[in-house]
């Protein structure tokens, strides 16, 4: 299932624009095409490239202290991103441009980026979930983006969205297509990963605000 009205077209500002008022709107926002095939494609071969090299490791949820693996839950490996590509800085580019427009309109005080590059193998998936609850570990806004070139809608692999923690309707699904970019706010919108049939790519990342106070520096430098 896939709601075409949920689906944000367009190039440039009015893509950006299309983001964010679908962000006051709904909560969310769904972008096919947000990124160009070249930018998807560069990413996609760093993401093989690092797997081959071993640097992908099996996901786990929770932060710090809390931090802990639970395959019942989800079963994804990651290798978070640092900037250390072409790729990667363009990309990071257009998420700076994001975060501004983001703090320029809707004043969340966004501050910071972490993201990481995702690969779910045949039947991995991630279980219903907020990527952020009370303001834990400072999320405000989620990105995810899509890497799979060619993706079949048999394959399965969409991500699942409520429109808020207690909804019992699914509000769409997305199908995990090259250059998707997906947008949502962390503590209100629930989401599931959806076991596929094919490996599946992705980039997930997430802005956070500022929590530095005397004592603590957050995010970590």
């Given at each position: 299932m896939e709601d075409?009205?949920?689906l944000i077209g367009g190039v440039g500002g009015d893509r950006l624009g299309g983001v964010i008022d679908s962000l006051v709107t709904r909560g969310y926002a769904v972008s096919p095409g947000y990124f160009p095939p070249s930018l998807v494609r560069a990413l996609r071969k760093e993401t093989m490239e690092r797997d081959q090299r071993g640097e992908f490791r099996l996901a786990g949820i929770g932060r710090r202290q809390d931090h802990q693996k639970d395959t019942r839950v989800r079963s994804d490996r990651t290798c978070w991103l640092k900037g250390d590509s072409l790729a990667q800085c363009?990309?990071?580019?257009?998420?700076?441009t994001l975060r501004l427009e983001v703090n320029?309109?809707?004043?969340?005080?966004?501050f910071d980026l972490e993201s990481h590059f995702a690969?779910?193998?045949?039947?991995?998936?991630?279980?219903?979930?907020?990527d952020a609850f009370n303001g834990n570990n400072g999320r405000l806004l989620s990105v995810v983006l899509y890497l799979n070139e060619g993706w079949?809608?048999?394959?399965?692999?969409?991500?699942?969205?409520?429109?808020?923690?207690?909804?019992?309707?699914?509000?769409?699904?997305?199908?995990?297509?090259?250059?998707?970019?997906?947008?949502f706010l962390s503590?209100?919108?629930?989401?599931?990963v959806l076991a596929a049939t094919r490996e599946r790519?992705?980039?997930?990342?997430?802005?956070?605000?500022?929590?530095?106070?005397?004592?603590?520096?957050?995010?970590?430098?």
């Open positions: 075409n009205a949920d363009r990309l990071l580019d257009a998420m700076e320029r309109t809707l004043f969340m005080g966004l690969i779910y193998g045949p039947g991995d998936y991630y279980q219903r979930h907020l079949q809608s048999e394959w399965g692999g969409r991500l699942r969205i409520w429109p808020e923690p207690d909804a019992m309707r699914v509000v769409t699904e997305v199908e995990p297509r090259a250059g998707t970019l997906v947008v503590e209100k919108i629930p989401h599931e790519y992705s980039i997930a990342g997430w802005f956070r605000c500022n929590n530095t106070t005397a004592d603590w520096l957050d995010p970590p430098r």
